[in-house]
């Protein structure tokens, strides 16, 4: 049976026990269908050997080694993960374009009695359908964009905002990255999978209230924002908050703290800024690190790094207006309070 998918929202509401990627495991770490599962029926090293046969040897043969181990594997998973499955369970399974490898496998669960159903078209139906939601589709509900210089707490608010009921968009939690040369959280997803979890967050608003975003460039990290996205960014209007570089280089010392506790690490962002801030500055800043005077550190990064650049995006983005809320610390209680002050204002517009 075939499972049609013309929305990203029809397979929330199809009613599958489980979605199963049956691609090999490359094509499973780089994207994939949201809560899918990865059952390969053919691995890298099994599905590189079969293409290889496909082309220099023969079709046939191809077909006769890859419907072996498609057999094989399928065995494995049905007496290993798939054990416990009882009569009842319906699963969606999918491959790269819908084809031989789900079709197959589906054909064995369907033996045992499983009502499995294949998604048409694979993975590739559903990348359309992400890449239309965001390279093709205005952002459904007026964007606010949350603006304010490095170390004013920014991604706390927003998660504060979400948290009194405001619709929020998290570029950096969905990127992994805090958005600046010193950010980086570890490993950030590929492209592919940050446009997925994007488009389902864009997906599920509700367009009639507006979503706050964080004032971010066109890229985080090495992912970039889809251009519609970033368009609404450039000419919403724009919420600042606005504190003193002492508490903001505070908030930074304890945001930062990964760094604060990894010299190796903090080398390394810093030896980034040497094309923009020359050698001799950046070593001074590691000899602030070195000598554990972090906040001085943040201060100097805020006053020569980060304020100047702000600017620059800032004169770039433009937006449609600007309402400041101000404040002289950044702690959690000034964080909730400065969430709810925000939450307020949207509500009451």
């Known amino acids: 049976m075939v499972f049609r998918m013309n929305r990203l929202s029809d397979l929330a509401g199809a009613g599958f026990d489980s979605v199963i990627d049956v691609r090999a495991p490359s094509e499973?770490?780089?994207?994939?269908?949201?809560?899918?599962?990865?059952?390969?029926?053919?691995s890298d090293e099994e599905r590189a050997r079969v293409g290889t046969i496909y082309v220099q040897e023969s079709p046939f043969l191809a077909r006769k080694i890859g419907g072996a181990l498609v057999a094989r594997n399928a065995a494995a998973h049905i007496e290993g993960p798939l054990a416990g499955k009882d009569g009842g369970w319906r699963p969606l399974v999918y491959c790269w374009r819908g084809g031989q490898r789900s079709g197959s496998f589906a054909t064995?669960?369907?033996?045992?009695g499983w009502r499995v159903e294949v998604l048409e078209g694979g993975y590739q139906t559903y990348r359309r359908l992400v890449v239309r939601r965001l390279y093709d589709t205005p952002v459904p509900s007026r964007v606010v964009l949350l603006d304010g210089n490095t170390g004013t707490?920014?991604?706390?608010?927003?998660?504060?905002?979400?948290?009194e009921g405001v619709q929020t968009?998290?570029?950096?939690?969905l990127a992994n990255h805090r958005g600046s040369a010193l950010g980086g959280r570890g490993a950030?997803?590929?492209?592919?999978?940050?446009?997925?979890?994007?488009?389902?967050?864009?997906?599920?608003?509700?367009?009639?209230?507006?979503?706050?975003?964080?004032?971010e460039s066109s890229r985080v990290g090495r992912l970039n924002l889809p251009p519609r996205l970033f368009a609404a960014m450039k000419v919403a209007?724009?919420?600042?908050?606005?504190?003193?570089?002492?508490?903001?280089?505070?908030?930074?010392?304890?945001?930062?703290?990964?760094?604060?506790?990894?010299?190796?690490a903090l080398w390394a962002r810093l030896d980034r800024l040497v094309k923009l801030q020359g050698c001799e500055q950046v070593e001074a800043w590691k000899a602030l690190g070195a000598a554990g005077h972090h906040r001085e550190l943040a201060e100097e990064l805020i006053r020569e790094h980060y304020d100047p650049r702000y600017r620059k995006v800032r004169e770039r983005i433009g937006g449609s207006g600007i309402t400041t809320f101000e404040t002289g610390s950044l702690e959690?209680?000034?964080?909730?309070?400065?969430?709810?002050?925000?939450?307020?204002?949207?509500?009451g517009s």
């Open 28 to 42: 499973y770490a780089e994207d994939r269908v949201p809560g899918a599962i990865s059952l390969p029926v053919l």
């Open 108 to 112: 064995i669960l369907a033996q045992i």
């Open 153 to 163: 707490a920014k991604t706390d608010v927003l998660k504060a905002l979400r948290d």
């Open 169 to 173: 968009l998290d570029l950096e939690g």
């Open 188 to 215: 950030q997803p590929s492209q592919k999978a940050f446009e997925s979890a994007l488009a389902a967050e864009i997906d599920a608003l509700d367009p009639q209230r507006p979503v706050v975003v964080e004032a």
């Open 237 to 264: 209007e724009r919420i600042e908050i606005s504190a003193p570089v002492e508490a903001r280089a505070e908030y930074l010392t304890k945001a930062y703290s990964d760094l604060v506790t990894d010299k190796e």
């Open 332 to 347: 959690p209680d000034d964080v909730l309070r400065l969430a709810r002050d925000i939450a307020g204002q949207l509500n």
